[in-house]
């Protein structure tokens, strides 16, 4: 009896890590909400006095840190370098790499006036999971504002159940190959180096 | 003894995923090629394209930045996006031409009707009624993507003064361009004064409308901002190019 049970519990695990990716959000509605809910609180009105943009930020941050897989961005975005990092660095510039990011596009859509903005979201795409087995997805997007078509796609994968972005792909511009050939030349400056570099970008 | 054996592929079954998660993304970038190989688009004039991206950089936020930024404060944007299709509108010759040459005649047909539809009743192409009312589509073609389909490369990174980035190949082809603008036949018909200040006003136009704040935001999130308008440049091509 014992032994069936535990026959039972086994499979149970063994099986559960699928079972819940079949009862996931969509990575398109995944993105969706958090896009919607990124506008709410850059539409939300100005404070004259600046004292809650700071706190403002760092709710956007949090919102960034839901649908995008930082961890993965600055592990592409470094390339071969990644290796050079041990685990506190690649922790330490995953942090502030998410900061420049934020940082510089959301004061970019800051002040912008969203009532003419639009978001077209397309047939998501499924990737052929890598060899490890991640499953991956495209969303394509259609971003239309002032009349003026720009795609985005989001490029996604799925990390303990739920979907993240780790890749924008805005015209055709990878974000991603773009930072890498940023980085390409950097093999022989100290992870340190390009830990400080990056930091020295933030205000 | 059997339960120790279920015990310990319990804990196996457990602990290996946790330890696949952290390394789990080494082949996640794949297919991210590291374009240092044979994609790489040489960059032999780099002193040169330093000098003039250096230039570039400082009319945009001396000269062009503020006159821009002024000029957006007098016109309204309605207006200015008019403006700015009107200038579009009579670029009709180069994207007509090139997908013809790209065999694109479906293209081709779309943006002939554009340009009748919208020189007649849009005002001289200020409004967009084939774009808005029927749906047609403009198709974006140059003559450096015209040349890229015939499979020729870049050859090399070039960075023009005002112009900004290009390669030697679409350099070649805003030249021979050039030769089916109308604004290069203007000079015929008008004194010089007055297509120089066309193009000025194109340029001033077409930066109150959309480039204020993006090259901003762009240096600002790049660690190297001339390598990132160089591969930004070359990407965006290369996508053209394939569609």
Same mark, same amino acid.
């Given at each position: 009896?014992?032994?069936?049970?535990?026959?039972?519990?086994?499979?149970?695990?063994?099986?559960?890590?699928?079972?819940?990716?079949?009862?996931?959000?969509?990575? !398109?509605?995944?993105?969706?909400?958090?896009?919607?809910?990124?506008?709410?609180?850059?539409? *939300?009105?100005?404070? /004259?006095?600046?004292?809650?943009?700071?706190?403002?930020? @760092?709710?956007?941050?949090?919102?960034?840190?839901?649908? #995008?897989?930082?961890?993965?961005?600055?592990?592409?975005?470094?390339? @071969?370098?990644?290796?050079?990092?041990?685990?506190?660095?690649?922790?330490?510039?995953?942090?502030?790499?998410?900061?420049?990011?934020?940082?510089?596009? &959301? !004061?970019?859509?800051?002040?912008?006036?969203?009532?003419?903005?639009?978001?077209?979201?397309?047939?998501?795409?499924?990737?052929?999971?890598?060899?490890?087995?991640?499953?991956?997805?495209?969303?394509?997007?259609?971003?239309?504002?002032?009349?003026?078509?720009?795609?985005?796609?989001?490029?996604?994968?799925?990390?303990?159940?739920?979907?993240?972005? %780790?890749?924008?792909?805005?015209?055709?511009?990878?974000?991603?190959?773009?930072?890498?050939?940023?980085?390409?030349?950097?093999?022989?400056?100290? /992870?340190?180096?390009?830990?400080?570099?990056?930091?020295?970008?933030?205000? | 003894?059997?339960? %120790?054996?279920?015990?310990?592929?319990?804990?196996?079954?457990?602990?290996?995923?946790?330890?696949?998660?952290?390394?789990?993304?080494?082949?996640?970038?794949?297919?991210?090629?590291?374009?240092?190989?044979?994609?790489?688009?040489?960059? /032999?004039?780099?002193?040169?394209?330093?000098?003039?991206?250096?230039?570039?950089?400082?009319?945009?936020?001396?000269?062009?930045?503020?006159?821009?930024?002024?000029?957006?404060?007098?016109?309204?944007?309605?207006?200015?996006?008019?403006?700015?299709?009107?200038?579009?509108?009579?670029?009709?010759?180069?994207?007509? =031409?090139?997908? =013809?040459?790209?065999?694109? &005649?479906?293209?081709?047909?779309?943006?002939?009707?554009?340009?009748?539809?919208?020189?007649? !009743?849009?005002?001289?192409?200020?409004?967009?009624?084939?774009? @808005? *009312? #029927?749906?047609?589509?403009?198709?974006?073609?140059?003559?450096?993507?015209?040349?890229?389909?015939?499979?020729?490369?870049?050859?090399? %990174?070039?960075?023009?003064?005002?112009?900004?980035?290009?390669?030697?190949?679409?350099?070649?082809?805003?030249?021979?361009?050039?030769?089916?603008?109308?604004?290069?036949?203007?000079?015929?018909?008008? /004194?010089?004064?007055?297509?120089?200040?066309?193009?000025?006003?194109?340029?001033?136009?077409?930066?109150?409308?959309?480039?204020?704040?993006? %090259?901003?935001?762009?240096?600002?999130?790049?660690?190297?901002?001339?390598?990132?308008?160089?591969?930004?440049?070359?990407?965006?091509?290369?996508?053209?190019?394939?569609?």
């Amino acid at each position: 009896m014992f032994k069936r049970i535990l026959f039972v519990f086994f499979v149970l695990i063994i099986c559960g890590g699928s079972i819940p990716a079949l009862a996931n959000e969509p990575p !398109s509605d995944v993105l969706k909400r958090c896009v919607n809910d990124v506008i709410v609180i850059l539409n *939300e009105p100005g404070d /004259p006095a600046g004292v809650k943009v700071e706190e403002r930020n @760092r709710r956007l941050l949090d919102k960034a840190d839901q649908i #995008f897989d930082f961890r993965s961005l600055a592990m592409g975005a470094l390339g @071969r370098n990644w290796r050079r990092f041990n685990n506190d660095q690649k922790t330490e510039f995953a942090d502030s790499f998410s900061h420049l990011i934020a940082q510089s596009y &959301f !004061s970019r859509m800051e002040g912008q006036d969203f009532e003419n903005v639009s978001i077209k979201y397309k047939t998501t795409e499924f990737l052929a999971p890598t060899r490890s087995g991640i499953h991956r997805a495209d969303v394509p997007t259609e971003l239309i504002h002032n009349g003026v078509k720009t795609p985005v796609t989001y490029r996604m994968l799925e990390k303990n159940d739920s979907w993240k972005v %780790y890749d924008v792909i805005i015209e055709g511009i990878s974000m991603v190959s773009n930072y890498r050939e940023q980085y390409r030349n950097s093999f022989k400056d100290s /992870p340190e180096k390009l830990i400080s570099e990056l930091k020295g970008k933030l205000k | 003894m059997m339960r %120790y054996v279920v015990l310990i592929l319990l804990l196996l079954a457990l602990a290996v995923p946790a330890a696949a998660q952290e390394e789990f993304a080494d082949d996640l970038f794949e297919d991210y090629v590291e374009t240092g190989g044979s994609d790489l688009v040489p960059d /032999p004039l780099y002193r040169f394209n330093y000098a003039v991206y250096t230039f570039n950089d400082k009319l945009y936020f001396w000269v062009m930045k503020p006159v821009s930024k002024g000029y957006a404060r007098v016109l309204p944007v309605g207006v200015r996006t008019g403006i700015h299709n009107m200038f579009d509108n009579f670029l009709f010759p180069v994207r007509f =031409v090139n997908s =013809v040459f790209q065999g694109k &005649f479906k293209g081709a047909g779309s943006e002939l009707a554009c340009f009748v539809i919208n020189t007649t !009743s849009g005002g001289l192409g200020a409004t967009r009624p084939a774009q @808005r *009312e #029927f749906g047609l589509k403009n198709s974006r073609e140059d003559l450096g993507q015209t040349l890229g389909s015939y499979s020729i490369k870049e050859g090399c %990174y070039l960075v023009l003064p005002l112009l900004g980035p290009s390669s030697l190949r679409d350099l070649l082809g805003t030249v021979g361009d050039s030769f089916i603008s109308p604004g290069n036949y203007l000079t015929y018909i008008t /004194p010089r004064e007055a297509s120089i200040g066309l193009m000025v006003l194109d340029a001033v136009n077409t930066t109150s409308l959309s480039r204020l704040g993006d %090259y901003e935001t762009l240096k600002q999130a790049a660690v190297d901002p001339y390598v990132a308008i160089k591969d930004g440049y070359i990407q965006l091509r290369r996508k053209r190019v394939q569609n």
